[in-house]
């Protein structure tokens, strides 16, 4: 895939996410074999960890609607190269139940191969993301 395309996948999936698309519109964009990781305590954040198939990643983003209130989403760079994207950035977000407000930076590893989204890593302060939700 040329650099154009992986960018242009990216921005497809930011934009879907930020207009408050479907979770099931928004899985549609990753491969049925996409490695989706996440990490950090599964036990406390029902959200992270590992996902399969587009079916495990449109539940994903229906628990973090479930869970959290998003009040900020900036991205400051996105790289591209040889089929993957790295997206860096910062977010605020409001855990529902508890009310407490997670900041943390962040960033995410994308690969891309023949439109598709196939590798879907997210790093982030993961510790602050458990206590906010505990």
Not at 86 to 113: C, Q, S
């Given at each position: 895939m040329t650099d154009t395309a992986v960018r242009e996948t990216v921005d497809t999936l930011f934009r879907r996410i930020r207009e408050g698309a479907d979770a099931t519109e928004i899985a549609r964009l990753f491969s049925e074999d996409v490695d989706w990781f996440i990490a950090g305590d599964t036990a406390t954040v029902p959200w992270i960890g590992r996902k399969s198939g587009r079916h495990g990643v449109a539940e994903f983003f229906r628990q973090l609607r479930e869970h959290v209130a998003p009040e900020r989403f900036a991205i400051d760079?996105?790289?591209?190269?040889?089929?993957?994207?790295?997206?860096?950035?910062?977010?605020?977000?409001?855990?529902?139940?508890?009310?407490?407000?997670?900041?943390?930076?962040?960033?995410?590893?994308?690969?891309?191969?023949?439109?598709?989204?196939?590798?879907?890593?997210?790093?982030?302060d993961s510790w602050a993301v458990a206590e906010a939700t505990r």
């Open positions: 760079a996105i790289l591209v190269g040889q089929g993957r994207a790295v997206v860096l950035g910062d977010l605020a977000t409001r855990v529902k139940r508890t009310g407490r407000l997670i900041e943390t930076a962040f960033a995410f590893d994308i690969g891309v191969r023949d439109g598709l989204i196939v590798r879907y890593h997210m790093l982030e």
